[in-house]
């Protein structure tokens, strides 16, 4: 299971675990969850990247190497 992480109120990102302020500048707002299975599904990943494309944030934070190939 993966996190989608709310960034700074524009959309959101995945990633593998969640931060507190004490391991990063600020919390993460979890606002979902989501399995690998679904981050990989052709139609998601298009249209995740082109959303965080347009807003200039990472679509996938972590270190699962398939999710960094697909995403990257």
Do not use: A, N
């Not at 990102?13 to 969640?18: F, K, L, R, S």
């Not at 600020?26 to 990989?40: A, H, P, Q, R, S």
Request: hydrophobic content about 30%.
């Amino acid at each position: 299971m993966f996190y989608k992480i709310d960034y700074k109120g524009k959309y959101f990102t995945i990633q593998d675990h969640v931060f507190d302020g004490e391991d990063h500048l600020v919390d993460d707002i979890v606002i979902g969850e989501i399995t690998k299975e679904e981050c990989l599904e052709s139609d998601f990943v298009k249209l995740h990247k082109e959303i965080c494309k347009h807003y200039g944030i990472p679509p996938y934070i972590g270190d699962d190497k398939e999710l960094k190939r697909v995403y990257d």
